[in-house]
């Protein structure tokens, strides 16, 4: 008995072991930067508790900015960080607990989220969860079907924008930033303007219910009206843009510094916390609330900037 209880004791005392990740796409910088923080333990900002371990490529030949980077990504990923570099989903799941689904095209997000939900890891899917609210809503199901967690969020929601000026008496928001498009993603917000929109979002809380969009080659301004009566704005600028925000509170109108602060860190723990604790940060209804905010302002801009409910 005292050895038993010597034994759970010395157990209590270790570490425990790194949750090991997966990496699927190796088309976007996020995959060596996450890397790096989450890898690396001399670097300032690392974060223990996971580790990337294994990476498999994907890519999209029809995507230039995939096409031209996944190669040299995979390459920086094995030659700097020893992460092994595997042929197919089944194989990276197999040898990891959790996933990072990072292919920075959209529209494969659902096959590929299907054989990681199949397989039972719970994974964090970047941005744009999916080309389409028919397919974000998908994976939703499978994964709720299969009693995997997951999530999908922007950087910006834990950047200094939205940590200083989220209030519970915000009376309406305006935020700006980024929206260049990818001809391939029928929800044209979602390849970079996910980020304004998901900022939008993080300030007001869900209950959007109306969406109204002005295009022009050079900008969107996206206007939605909440079932409380408030009124957000998103504007997406092209090719780019700062991003930013103006809060209106019942005394004060507040608006966000010239270059707010942003960084993958924040935003990093919340994901290693959500693997280590199977709790999901913000809540799967809410992504897909955004993802149907985009899916009326498209059916708005199609229909020449008519005002469309979200469905």
């Known amino acids: 008995m005292r050895i038993l209880l010597f034994t759970a004791a010395l157990a209590a005392l270790l570490p425990a072991a790194d949750i090991r990740l997966g990496i699927i796409g190796t088309d976007t910088s996020h995959v060596t930067a996450f890397t790096r923080i989450l890898n690396d333990p001399a670097h300032p900002e690392h974060i223990p508790g996971t580790r990337v371990v294994a990476a498999y490529k994907g890519g999209s030949p029809d995507v230039e900015s995939s096409r031209t980077r996944v190669d040299n990504f995979a390459k920086q990923l094995q030659e700097k960080w020893n992460i092994e570099l595997v042929p197919d989903i089944a194989t990276l799941c197999s040898k990891v607990d959790a996933v990072l689904l990072e292919s920075v095209d959209g529209r494969k997000h659902l096959e590929q989220a299907r054989q990681v939900i199949a397989a039972g890891k719970p994974m964090f899917i970047d941005k744009p969860m999916a080309s389409t609210l028919d397919d974000a809503r998908e994976i939703a199901r499978l994964a709720k079907q299969a009693g995997v967690k997951w999530f999908s969020t922007s950087s910006l929601r834990y950047g200094e924008i939205a940590t200083t000026m989220k209030s519970p008496d915000l009376t309406g928001a305006i935020t700006w930033g980024p929206g260049p498009m990818e001809e391939h993603h029928y929800l044209d917000l979602s390849w970079y303007a996910i980020h304004p929109v998901e900022l939008l979002f993080t300030l007001m809380g869900p209950g959007c219910v109306e969406v109204t969009r002005t295009y022009t080659p050079d900008s969107d301004i996206v ?64 992504t897909l609330e955004i993802f149907a905010f985009m899916d009326a302002a498209q059916r708005s801009r199609e229909s020449g900037g008519k005002p469309m409910p979200l469905r």
């Open 223 to 286: 206007t939605c009206r909440w079932k409380d009566g408030r009124i957000g704005t998103v504007r997406a600028t092209r090719p780019y843009g700062d991003y930013g925000a103006v809060v209106f509170r019942p005394k004060a109108v507040v608006q966000s510094p010239p270059k707010a602060r942003s960084s993958y860190t924040p935003m990093l723990k919340e994901i290693v916390k959500f693997f280590q604790t199977g709790v999901v940060p913000v809540p799967n209804e809410e």
